[in-house]
């Protein structure tokens, strides 16, 4: 995939300075923009620690959603050293390539990726904001979070907690696709019709993210702007191989002959033995080869794909598939201590969810529901946790409201 990147930044019309941070870092294939806050000092300290922290831990080989969480151990412990940065926080957006036509997308909080196809408009991430869970639960119009008063409060940070859940997105990328991540000091000025008619003014992802930081602050300027443009100049068309494909069909296609007209049969000389078995071999080997090929990649995803889900009573981590792929049926890895007779409906509706992924995710997926088993059994005073999905999680931590002190 070949890939053309531009930034732009700007402190807007109010603020005193610019909290916010961004990172185009084309070596690493990583884009990222982060919000901060806690004041002046801790919200530039705080955005800046967690895009310098990202950038080193996918430096250092972690996958995006640990280095994300990684940013967050970052800013914590920078926090817990100077007492003037305590409560500091940042959102963050991060956008890395996987594979030849994927993008993988992280995020936390209110900070948004948007990618614009066929010149038409799409927001990939949620916000982690109070309006904006209040809307999705029906109890906000659109229009009323425009302008509710606690707009600004933000319900899942960087830095705040200890841990953190990251939202991940798996997009494909096409030739002509633009990404733009950006600060909620764009989409608070502009509405999505907007940025989409702006964000198409020039076919140059620098000018285009100038052109976008330009009319927000055109249009009040009243918070730090800052917008990474990320285009896809060109990516493998769709179609791939896939193993699970190859599993499902078990075989590989290969093209009919296109017919011809009929024509006078003429008796075809015979043809010595060897040269007879020598065309077959020439054909069959292709097909062998193709075949064992998507064996052997089914085999390896089989034994590398881990899911969580309850045998019985008990919750397991499986190594393989759900339902199994070609003869390969999952086994259980581990088996937890956790019981379904001891989880939440919420809990056990987010087991049944969880999906496949690595055993990393998984792993992390039983901590994050031992840790919110935990959490309902002790505190009588508060609703039970929601076990989040580890591939989109839903865990609202103390709310954060953005802006100065």
Known sequence: MRIDAGASSDVGRLRPGNEDSFLVDDRLALYAVADGMGGHQGGEVASATAIEALRAAVAGGQALDAAITRANSAV?????????????????????????????????????????????????TEDHSLVEELVREGRLSPEEAKVHPRRSVITRTIGIDPDVQ???????????????????????????????????????????ADHLVDAANEAGGEDNITVVVVDVLEAPPPGAPDPEVLALEGRARTPRPKAAPDLPT???????????????????????????????????????????????????????????ILGWQPTVETTTGLRRSKLTQDAIDSVKASGKGSLERAQQFVANLEAATTTTTTTTTS?????????????????TAKGGP
Not at 174 to 198: F, K
Not at 293 to 313: I, S
Request: proline content about 7%; aromatic content about 8%; hydrophobic content about 40%.
């Open 76 to 124: 914590f412990e920078k926090a817990a050293t100077d007492s003037a940065l305590t409560g500091m926080g940042t959102t963050l957006t991060a956008v890395a390539i996987l594979g030849e036509s994927t993008l993988l997308i992280g995020h936390v909080g209110d900070s948004r990726a948007y990618r614009i196809r066929d010149a038409a408009l799409e927001q990939i």
């Open 166 to 208: 990251v939202d991940l997105y798996t997009v494909d990328a096409r030739t002509g696709d633009r990404i733009v991540i950006c600060s909620d000091g764009l989409t608070t000025m502009l509405a999505d019709d907007e940025v989409l008619r702006i964000a198409q003014l020039d076919t140059d992802p620098r000018l285009a």
């Open 266 to 324: 003429m008796p075809e000389p015979r043809r010595p033995k060897w040269r007879t078995f020598g065309g077959a071999l020439m054909f069959v080997l292709p097909v062998v080869l193709i075949v064992g090929v998507g064996f052997g990649a089914v085999n390896w995803y089989a034994h590398h794909t881990y899911f969580v889900a309850f045998k019985g009573d008990d919750v397991v981590v499986y190594r393989g598939v759900p339902g199994g």
């Open 383 to 399: 609703p039970s946790t929601t076990v989040p999905n580890p591939t989109t999680t839903r865990r609202s931590p103390p709310t």
